[in-house]
């Protein structure tokens, strides 16, 4: 077998749980995040939003605001003087500055730069844009429909069947067998429709930059994002710059659950500072990330499925529909490839369709498409094997998808986790724990694929010995905590001996963003290989010094050894003293790797939850919830904990409370955290994080990605606990009091 | 925009008077953040903190005077109030979180006069008098008068709160306050109940007074609802025409906190279980 595959081993460091090298600075206030940053003559920039749903702009005056003291400068489409070939780039772009229409509440239209926030506000108000109020459509269902308005016409693409509105842009269709047959051979067949409401990542940390570019195209930003390569990449495509041309770095990062790992506003940013002559830093309110910055996707969908009385699924199909938000979208197929991931089924068809409404633009959020996917199957399972009186867990490990199962999107599966989360769940306590009135439990199982991507590190020995690591993707989740034990667990070297820093654009390769569950997977990898090159180096080294083969040589303990008796009988050279002679022996020592990261290896998980509806107001209380989620090897298992309890907390808020409430007039009712409810610390239990180790065979360490998974399940769970308790089949999130108290009168 | 600190009463109503912008500031946990949301910028902010009278607790003529800008965590650290009026200190202990009450005040949560101020149904089922200071002298309130109506008050230009008088409990008395939200905490009410009832020596209710929030826009004084209790011992039967009676009182609208329908429902239920603390109170079991 390669050394770079899987291969057990016992570890020294990795599966400890150090103190985190961040903490410190976070918790002292010293960590610099997105709006902490300044720079001499800075500006301060203000966007304006259109407070239609949907609105030609006719004209827009600003020379009220550019008279005013303090203004530096005032901003429009105009002033984005190049036009992206890349339909998904000049998406972007109009994203980011409005060209002919406002397409949702909250859509830029101009923007400006002043000496003070308060001037800049002030301009913004001196601003006089004349709009032409459109017919709006913010409903997925009504904006499918052939009448509905057009947000943008001539997107369609050629899959889309006929008898649609042009909104409809894109259908996608996975699956093998013959479903109808398959319902044929069922003993109970349900069909149902659920709806599921847009939510927004919810991050505490609100969109920020400081960004600077110069008449001569050299630029700088300053960022809170998931990505900063990407930052870079797609403003230099949307502003016609050259890439290397620009340096971004990224700030901490204040949670980001894939709705920074897109671009809302450093373009902005960028062609106010070239007009100003000036840095200018932009920090979103919570109002405009509400408004402007993505919510997922809400969703309409149809789930059939047929089970003979002993459990086994015999046909499935789902109709996904998603709403994209004001721009062609690409979510719904992967809703339509998740739903029947965790089955090994016969005969499935699944579609997903691509909608687009007057909503903000629809951004990843862990897991993008998945728990929506989720949500219907897991329900409809649920209330088969309530009607065919089967326990839930075992009927779900009857249909397992395994090792061999060719998987309802496509691939055949490798070794995957699946079962063992659900046999870990038959047997927890909590399985067996008494309920009380009013109470019900719930289980659902998720899936998500996991991604690799284009990674690159790189490892610097310094001349006293200790390691320098730079990765390029943001550390969202713990990544510089588990590189430096990666690193230090393949040098032989303390932990403390390794620091891993977020090197910016100019000093890395291309790095995919932080997303897809991928950092410590793919960056785990390449800092693997890139402690395994700087290894080669130091084996030539101790070679060359010795006199002997560097095959010769061995690398153990944080030292070159000697072979064996034949290679001769030298005392083994530490890292530190190979790194203090290094340039008598061929100069610094470093190693890199550089890779587009494959294997990922797909990821499982069963929720199990506990609830309480209050019958006369409809309140769900979640009383008791654990997660059973495979992580191939957990790295730093605290972080793989934190991970599996954030997932379920975000899919617990999903289901119970959260949701984007839209007017008759199309603008956005509730843009902060008062009235968008997302769960609150005593609105939640211990989330018991039960962690699988089936070993990922595509990385050395067996580490697959456990970022997003935990999301995916909760929704479902949740809404099976509650059904089971009320007696009642929900199918509507949130599960709100409202609708759980109507649910239950039926009303 | 000025700021400004008086430090007694009339220099505060002088400041008021002269400038109809200018805004009384309390605690500052509803003003500042409207400030920050650019809602409000008015001319002048006038800084209550400063001034002694209207920062202290006392005991008066059996009842409690609560200056204007006390904090509401200092209402909950009087023993001897919280063992009074229950009902007006949970009431309290409900605003924001504990950074939140160590500002916010009662009088600052009426003047602010949302529909949904939590401590406003505790007072208004209390028989609160809030003591209003102008231009032409002080007059005393009943605290369900100052609210006119969303963000309304009846206050006169120049005029400001400067106390919140909680009268003496009457014996075998009990107070409570209850608020439907659909988180845990942190969060407006949907509906918020407050009920005070008195008991003879029998165990039935002589006096109740039951004020319903959110429901409407401002507080509602629900006459019909505290006559179903007269009388009775608060079994079952009177508690379930209680909640009839609540929900019919309630006047709510479709919004995005939920339906009228809901509301009204949920006011029922709410009233029913601030009856029964109540009542356990005014029995000294709880
Ligand atoms: C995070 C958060 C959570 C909150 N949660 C709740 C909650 O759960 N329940 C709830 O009811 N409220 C809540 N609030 C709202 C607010 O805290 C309360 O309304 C509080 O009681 C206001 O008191 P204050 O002293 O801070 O008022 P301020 O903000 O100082 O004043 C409020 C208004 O009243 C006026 N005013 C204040 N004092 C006087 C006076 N003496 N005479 C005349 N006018 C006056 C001011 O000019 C202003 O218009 C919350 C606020 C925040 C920020």
């Known amino acids: 077998m390669p050394k770079d595959e899987y291969q057990s081993r016992d570890f020294r460091i990795v599966g400890t749980r150090p103190v985190r090298p961040d903490g410190i600075d976070k918790v002292t206030g010293k960590a610099r995040y997105g709006a902490d940053m300044t720079a001499p003559g800075m500006l301060w920039g203000a966007i304006l939003r259109s407070p239609h749903a949907h609105a030609r702009i006719k004209s827009i005056d600003t020379s009220a605001a550019e008279a005013m003291k303090g203004v530096k400068a005032v901003i429009t489409r105009a002033d984005f003087t190049y036009q992206p070939e890349s339909a998904s780039l000049a998406d972007v772009l109009d994203n980011c500055m409005a060209g002919e229409k406002a397409r949702y509440d909250g859509h830029a239209v101009a923007a400006v730069a002043a000496t003070s926030k308060s001037i800049a506000r002030a301009a913004l108000k001196a601003i006089k844009v004349d709009y032409g109020v459109l017919p709006h459509v913010t409903d997925v269902d009504e904006a499918m429909k052939p009448d509905a308005p057009v947000i943008e016409a001539g997107r369609v693409q050629e899959n889309v069947p006929e008898g649609y509105s042009e909104n409809v842009t894109g259908r996608s269709q996975y699956g093998h067998g013959d479903p109808e047959a398959g319902f044929e051979k069922a003993d109970l067949v349900i069909e149902r429709h659920f709806t599921t409401a847009a939510t927004h990542q919810g991050y505490i940390e609100p969109n920020a930059c400081l960004a600077q570019l110069g008449a001569d195209g050299q630029g700088e930003i300053w960022v809170c994002t998931q990505g900063h390569y990407m930052v870079r990449n797609t403003c230099a495509g949307v502003l016609g710059l050259d890439a290397g041309m620009l340096r971004v770095t990224a700030s901490e990062i204040g949670g980001g659950f894939g709705g920074k790992t897109h671009v809302w506003m450093e373009p902005t940013a960028l062609v106010l500072s070239r007009k100003a002559g000036k840095p200018v830093k932009l920090v979103l309110s919570r109002d405009e990330v509400f408004r402007a910055t993505g919510p997922t996707a809400s969703s309409s969908i149809d789930v059939k499925i047929g089970m003979k009385k002993d459990g086994s699924i015999t046909g499935a199909t789902a109709t996904y529909r998603l709403q994209a938000g004001a721009y062609p979208g690409s979510i719904a197929f992967l809703s339509a490839m998740c739903g029947f991931a965790p089955y090994d089924l016969k005969h499935v068809r699944t579609e997903g369709y691509e909608v687009m409404t007057n909503r903000p633009k629809a951004a990843a959020y862990r897991a993008p498409g998945a728990p929506m996917a989720a949500y219907p199957v897991e329900s409809v399972i649920d209330e088969l094997c309530q009607k065919l009186d089967l326990d839930p867990l075992e009927t779900r490990l009857k249909n397992a998808a395994r090792e061999g199962t060719k998987a309802s999107y496509g691939p055949t599966y490798p070794a995957i986790g699946l079962e063992a989360t659900l046999k870990a769940a038959q047997s927890h306590p909590h399985w067996i724990a008494p309920l009380g009135e009013n109470q019900g439990r719930g289980v659902a199982c998720g899936f998500w694929f996991n991604f690799g991507g284009d990674t690159c590190v790189s490892l610097m020995v310094n001349p006293d010995g200790t390691v320098s690591l730079s990765e390029g993707n943001p550390d969202i989740g713990g990544s510089r905590a588990s590189m430096s034990m990666m690193a230090a667990e393949e040098l032989g070297v303390d932990l403390d001996q390794v620091r891993t820093v977020i090197a910016d654009t100019a000093s890395l390769g291309q790095n995919e963003v932080t997303d897809g569950s991928r950092v410590t997977f793919a960056v785990g990898l390449a800092t693997i290989k890139a402690a395994r090159h700087a290894i080669q180096i130091m084996k030539e080294r101790a070679a060359m010094t010795w006199g002997i083969d560097p095959e010769a040589v061995d690398w153990r303990d944080g030292a070159a050894h000697p072979a064996g008796p034949n290679a001769g009988k030298f005392p083994p050279m530490t890292i530190k003293e190979i790194a203090a002679i290094a340039s008598n022996t061929g100069g610094p020592i470093a190693g890199h790797h550089e890779v587009t990261a494959e294997g990922a290896g797909v990821s499982f998980a069963t929720h199990m939850v506990d609830t309480e509806t209050d019958p006369e107001t409809g309140q769900v209380k979640v009383l008791r919830y654990t997660v059973f989620q495979d992580a191939g090897k957990a790295v730093h298992p605290d972080y793989v904990e934190g991970q599996f309890q954030g997932g379920a907390a975000q899919g617990i808020g999903w289901a119970i409370n959260e949701e984007y409430i839209y007017g008759e007039d199309g603008r956005l009712q509730n843009p902060g955290f008062l009235d968008y409810r997302i769960p609150v610390a005593s609105d939640l239990p211990m989330i018991e994080p039960v962690i699988l180790e089936i070993p990922n065979p595509g990385h050395p360490y067996g580490v697959r990605g456990v970022g997003e998974t935990s999301i995916v399940p909760p929704l479902a769970a949740i809404a099976n606990a509650v059904s089971r308790s009320s007696n009642v089949r929900l199918t509507s999130l949130p599960m709100s009091p409202p609708k759980v108290l109507a649910a239950m009168k039926g009303t | ?286």
């Open chain 2, 1 to 286: 925009m000025r700021f400004q600190s008086p430090e007694s009463v009339d220099e505060a109503v002088a400041l008021l008077a002269a400038d109809p912008e200018a805004r009384v500031l309390a605690g500052g946990t509803d003003l500042l953040v409207r400030l920050r949301m650019g809602d409000v910028a008015p001319s002048a902010v006038i800084d209550i903190k400063r001034i002694t009278e209207m920062t202290t607790i006392a005991q008066d003529d059996g009842g409690w005077r609560i200056g204007a800008a006390v904090p509401s965590a200092e209402m909950n650290e009087t023993a001897a109030l919280v063992t009074d009026w229950p009902g007006v200190t949970e009431a309290a202990d409900l605003i924001g979180s504990t950074q939140i009450q160590g500002r916010a005040t009662v009088a600052g949560n009426l003047c602010n006069a949302s529909p949904a101020a939590d401590s406003v149904p505790a007072m208004v089922a209390a028989g609160a008098v809030a003591r209003v200071a102008g231009p032409n002298g002080s007059r005393d309130v009943p605290v369900e008068d100052i609210p006119t109506g969303p963000g309304q008050t009846s206050l006169a230009q120049g005029e400001l709160v400067t106390s919140i008088f909680l009268p003496a409990k009457p014996e075998n008395s009990g107070s409570a306050y209850l608020r439907f939200i659909p988180r845990t905490e942190m969060d407006i009410a949907v509906v918020g109940v407050g009920i005070t009832l008195t008991l003879d020596s029998a165990g039935a209710v002589t006096a109740a007074k039951i004020a319903l929030g959110a429901v409407g826009p401002k507080v509602i004084v629900a006459g019909d609802a505290a006559k179903t209790l007269i009388g009775t011992t608060g079994d079952d039967p009177a508690l379930d025409a209680l909640a009839a009676a609540c929900s019919a009182a309630a006047t709510p609208i479709d919004d995005k906190r939920g339906t009228a329908e809901f509301r009204r429902d949920v006011t029922g239920v709410i009233a029913k279980r601030t009856a029964r603390i109540a009542l356990a109170r005014a029995k000294g079991e709880a």
